[in-house]
């Protein structure tokens, strides 16, 4: 495979990946938005203390993004792109927003929806 060739296949791949990632992500938020927890991390503190319980606690579909997240990084550093995927991290940074001040997931997911839109 020719070095042009092995660019195309992972710029394929990272593009189906990117569309992936924003096609759960625009699920996720929905659910989350209509009260649905664990998308954003906010109990992953508590889920540890929980052991087996938390993954009942932890949302499958934040599991999945992360997974992508993780994908679309390796993949965007492959390809020799310095700058992160902006909707992986903008997902990456609502996260890690912690604090008393931050509104709770379904509103967090309702306002990463506007932005989206």
Known sequence: MSRASRRASLEARLEARVAEFRSVLLRALK??????YGMFGQND???KRLGNVARRL???DARELLAL???ITQLREELGFADPDPLVGRYLAYRAMRGSNVPGEPK???QFLAELS
């Open 31 to 36: 659910a989350c938005a209509g009260g649905s």
């Open 69 to 71: 997240a993780d994908e």
């Open 108 to 110: 967090l997911a309702a």
């Open 58 to 60: 932890t949302s499958a």
């Open 45 to 47: 503190l508590a889920d």
